[in-house]
């Protein structure tokens, strides 16, 4: 793996993320992020297959965790509660990364091909929570229905928490947000 | 805009649908769509810029149609109900389209460039659902996560509707959709 840089990854991170918001994404290249970061480009190859997956890395762990999470709930949950702890699991991951997110988000937004990979991503988790759900037995169109609203509730909760004013708890922002899912459609 | 052809759109669109199913939707060229409907490639342009076109021509205006149907519904309608308002009109346009929508979605399934583009239809169609229950006075969280139950309910109600053994009317199971993911969300 070639000589030890110390926290490379994080550098290189963190280098990517400074580029794309002062120039753009677009605007870019590889070699950049490596020079800012002070280290090489072959560096960077060692740890990102290009400079779109610096921004996705973390999307299949992400994933696993709230697929195992709603998996491994008790048997007894509904499946709405299922996803609930799937939801507060991936909320921890997000600790002290608000800033980091945060400057992410705006990235994305700023160009349509990123925001077509973060929506492909959120179609993939909902796909994998229909299918956890339905390997816990909940039927069709349930399980699909509860995994679509499990990505709506964390698509809101992650919004509202990037753009709060003050940092709040991720998880709360989740909590409240399935709870106000909940409130509209309650049926009157 | 040239010599008249009797229906030449329908006749395109079927005969790409047909050129998608048989052959894959890569494979198939503008030239050989417009071959097997009779037709020239210069009148496959006047009613389409490409041959993707021929997938998503519709979306606008079912955006505009669910979009004007929640802002229509009655002031004293809840959030949700004005959603469902907008549900069972979206549902009028498919009628008579089951096959025609059946064929599409199975060309989309297959190719992953179609795909992402379905998605970003969709997420276009919670944005501007979103946008529109502001306007009716919605605070947010509640307006982004009414639209996104909206989207769900759609999406996994024309999944229902395009995988029926018999076909069933799509407004009947937006319906059933609507009210089994109120079910699944009934705080227990």
């Not at 000589?3 to 490379?8: C, I, Q, T, V, Y």
């Not at 696993?64 to 008790?74: S, T, Y």
């Not at 945060?102 to 077509?116: D, F, K, S, T, Y």
Request: proline share 2%.
């Amino acid at each position: 793996m070639g000589r030890w840089e110390p926290d490379a990854r994080g550098r290189l991170t963190k280098a990517a993320l400074e580029l794309y918001s002062e120039r753009g994404y677009e605007q870019t290249t590889v070699a950049e992020i490596a020079r800012r970061a002070g280290l090489t480009e072959r560096t960077f190859f060692r740890h990102y297959a290009d400079k779109r997956e610096v921004l996705f890395v973390g999307a299949s762990s992400m994933e696993e965790l709230f697929v195992q999470a709603v998996a491994g709930a008790p048997e007894s949950a509904a499946p709405i509660d299922a996803i609930a702890a799937g939801l507060e699991a991936v909320s921890k991951v997000f600790a002290g990364r608000h800033e980091h997110s945060r400057q992410r988000q705006a990235v994305i937004a700023a160009n349509a091909e990123l925001q077509e990979r973060e929506l492909i991503k959120l179609a993939s988790i909902s796909a994998a929570l229909a299918d956890t759900l339905r390997r816990r037995g909940v039927a069709e169109p349930a399980a699909s229905l509860t995994a679509e609203v499990g990505v709506a509730v964390f698509k809101v909760g992650f919004e509202r928490w990037i753009t709060a004013s003050e940092e709040r708890e991720l998880s709360q922002l989740m909590r409240e947000s399935l709870d106000e899912l909940k409130a509209v459609t309650a049926s009157s």
